[in-house]
């Protein structure tokens, strides 16, 4: 915690910076070259594990299996480890699902990252007919996560353990059944001190998307870890999602995982998706910028110290397996990842494995 102290005079004036830069347009930076790509699979070109979303259905799809079995090192369940799937009506916990995605990292040698215990956007029944009751609700909400924990314990090297607590425009905290029962706050707190208690040695994040596009969100986010830090809440680490646009200014990802960094806690770039644009054609010019934004969000993490390098994960491996051709996107057009509809590496690809090269 002395280590944590000893940022705040920095942390504080990043946050005033922040604070005027969240009034105003963000200045372009200089845009910099492709970097001729190299061929390596990604987790062969550094040290540092390499992620991607992975769900129980993507296990029948050999393509897939093989792409994931080259290129990555470390796996999050897209969904097989959210409440949704994990609790039943009555309070039953299943965690088949979730157990057929860590065999399959366990067999293969890669990390699992646990995501995610409490989500503003999962309200299952079990909790939603206790309500009435806080206290009852409190006390399945710490068995839950206590439960998941211990039964993963020594398998997860990190959990999301709350999932996107700032509202959407960043103005505010989120509102949810997680928040009107247990208290705006309280219940990241809660979740965060059971989490450390049931495995300590997984690193807690908490996680957050639009911190790049959005200062005013990203202030948002860094007050609350600010506020919950003072109040000794056992936040392990911070993520951010990283779904980002082609069109990002240049200099926004740097400035997030600077800003992000300031806690000197681990940052996880946790969900990265580089989007074309809504419909936007796929032209030779739009994955040279797309390959760009890849290699810079590369080099900016790689200026992160190394034990704050937790790891880059990328949000699905093919184009098509992306949450951004699912309803109710376009199930058509964008292509935000490293390997096309077919399977083969795209210039974000190259980009990725040179820049992860060149750091290492
Ligand atoms: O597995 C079932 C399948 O059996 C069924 O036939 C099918 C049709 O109903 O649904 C399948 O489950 C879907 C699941 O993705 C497959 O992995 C769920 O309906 C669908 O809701 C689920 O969407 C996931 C979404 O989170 C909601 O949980 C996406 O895959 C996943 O990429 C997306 O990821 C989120 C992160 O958790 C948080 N950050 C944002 C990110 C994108 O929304």
């Known amino acids: 915690m002395a280590e944590f102290t000893r940022g705040w005079a920095r942390r504080e004036f990043i946050i005033g910076a922040l604070a005027c830069s969240a009034c105003g347009p963000q200045a372009d930076g200089a845009g910099g070259k492709i970097v001729a790509g190299l061929s390596v699979p990604l987790k062969e070109a550094s040290t540092l594990p390499i992620g991607t979303a992975i769900t129980a259905a993507d296990l029948a799809d050999a393509q897939l299996v093989r792409l994931i079995k080259e290129n990555f090192s470390q796996l999050t369940p897209a969904s097989e480890m959210k409440m949704g799937v994990v609790i039943n009506d009555q309070g039953k916990l299943n965690f088949g699902a979730a157990e057929r995605l860590a065999s399959f990292a366990s067999d293969n040698d890669m990390r699992l990252h646990g995501h995610t215990l409490v989500w503003y956007r999962v309200e299952p029944s079990f909790f939603l007919g206790l309500a009435d009751d806080p206290k009852k609700f409190r006390a399945e909400y710490l068995r839950y996560i206590d439960k998941f924990l211990r039964r993963f314990k020594g ?74 830090l003072k109040k000794d809440v056992p936040i392990g680490g911070v993520g951010t999602q990283t779904h980002i646009s082609v069109d990002l200014p240049e200099r926004a990802v740097a400035d997030t995982l600077r800003d992000l960094a300031s806690f000197g806690l681990p940052v996880h770039v946790s969900e990265l998706d580089i989007t074309l644009g809504r419909g936007a054609a796929a032209t030779a010019g739009k994955l040279k910028l797309q390959a760009r934004r890849a290699r810079q969000v590369v080099e900016a993490y790689m200026q992160l110290p190394s034990k704050q390098r937790y790891a880059i994960t990328l949000w699905g491996v093919r184009d098509r397996d992306s949450w951004l051709r699912m309803p109710p996107y376009d199930p058509d057009s964008d292509r935000p990842l490293a390997f096309d509809d077919k399977g083969q590496p795209k210039p974000m690809l190259s980009a990725l494995a040179a820049a992860l090269k060149g750091a290492s």
């Open 155 to 228: 398998r997860v090297s990190g959990w999301d353990v709350v999932n996107e607590p700032i509202s959407a425009d960043g103005t505010g905290l989120r509102d949810s059944v997680w928040s009107r029962t247990l208290g705006k706050e309280r219940y990241i707190a809660l979740a965060f001190k059971q989490a450390a208690a049931s495995d300590p040695n997984a690193v807690a994040f908490i996680n957050e998307y639009g911190l790049e596009a959005r200062p005013a969100k990203r202030l948002a986010y860094m007050r609350l870890i600010e506020r919950l």
